[in-house]
């Protein structure tokens, strides 16, 4: 398995799971719908042009791999729920496309599926519908497709959000960590005592290239791969943990307020992985970056990179 797609190959874990892939002497393809930015394309990775949603340029791009990993999804919580149409024509129409593609030229896969797969909202239920898929097209169509099951992937590069950047969906970590950098108080939803476990982006993409090397061996599992810490934070501890990292880089910590619950999810629920599972992929979750060590590597990042990946308020 030489050559594979990775969709979403330009996103934040998708960029990763790239680098893996070179890392591990294989030619990553990126499928992107956005030519501006090809700057953003790490050397020795090819790039094909295309939207998810079209189903002739995902037919084109897979008769050109061995293989495929795919990542491309319309994010957000709360910010789908007003209008899922966008979010359900690329990740459920964008998902059925591949896994048609897939079954068509007989190619090995990885799908991602979300950590909170039984929430009611948007990003939820789309990719877990195309989940369903896959055990269908594995099932009836023969495909060989390993799913992989992420809690709240962190790292840096990861985007903020309005107002401190480009990005159009909030993520805890940038969130966090730019607020403090800047001094203004950490805003945690609800009581802050939900679990939604954290895993190093660098320890997700390892175990995509695994599922999909197993994938491409004929092995399909009949579970679902869940890539996650063995030890579990609330979100408030995590916050707590960010407000002390940025104070290192700014001198002094900042409040942490509360806000109501978003739309979409559910106060005191626990989003965690089953890590008995990283088994299948030949991986040991007491190996993987420890949550204070990889969120220092984190705000350091975003203390560094202020005024260039995002904004002071």
């Known amino acids: 398995m030489k050559r594979v797609l990775v969709t979403g190959g330009a996103g934040f874990i998708g960029s990763y799971a790239v680098e893996e892939l070179l890392a591990t002497g294989r030619t990553p393809v ?18 094909f042009l295309g939207d998810i949603r079209d189903d002739v340029a995902v037919t084109q791009a897979l008769a050109h791999v061995d293989g495929w990993i795919h990542l491309a999804a319309v994010l957000g919580t709360q910010e789908t729920i007003q209008n899922p149409r966008p979010a359900a024509a690329s990740n459920v129409l964008g998902g059925l496309n591949i896994l048609e593609a897939a079954a068509q030229h007989g190619l090995p896969g990885v799908y991602i599926c979300v950590g909170n797969h ?23 169509r023969g495909t060989q497709v390993n799913l ?22 909030r ?13 203004l108080p950490i805003e945690v939803y609800g009581d802050g005592e939900q679990v939604s476990d954290m895993v190093y982006v660098t320890d997700l993409a390892r175990a995509l290239v695994r599922a999909l090397e197993h994938a491409a061996d004929g092995e399909v599992f009949d579970q679902v791969v869940e890539v996650g810490p063995a030890e579990h934070h609330s979100v408030l501890e ?43 992929v030949d991986l040991d979750p007491r190996d993987f970056m420890p949550l204070p060590d990889g969120m220092r590597r984190t705000v350091s990042y975003f203390a560094e990179s202020e005024g260039r990946d995002w904004w002071r308020q």
Request: proline fraction near 7%; aromatic fraction near 8%.
């Open 30 to 47: 990126i499928f992107d719908h956005q030519q501006h930015r090809e700057a953003k394309y790490p050397k020795g990775a090819e790039v």
């Open 118 to 140: 039984w929430m009611n909202n948007t990003y939820s239920i789309t990719k877990t519908t195309v989940e369903r898929f896959v055990r269908m097209y594995n099932q009836d």
């Open 148 to 169: 992989v099951r992420a809690v709240n992937a962190y790292g840096p590069r990861q985007l903020a959000a309005a107002p401190f950047g480009p990005g159009k969906v």
């Open 171 to 183: 993520k805890i970590t940038p969130a966090f960590a730019c607020r403090a950098l800047s001094g």
């Open 238 to 280: 995590v916050a707590r943990l960010v407000n002390s990292l940025a104070a290192e880089h700014t001198g002094s910590t900042v409040e942490i307020t509360h806000l109501p619950m978003r739309p979409g999810e559910i106060p005191g629920d626990r989003v965690i992985a089953d890590v008995e599972t990283l088994k299948l």
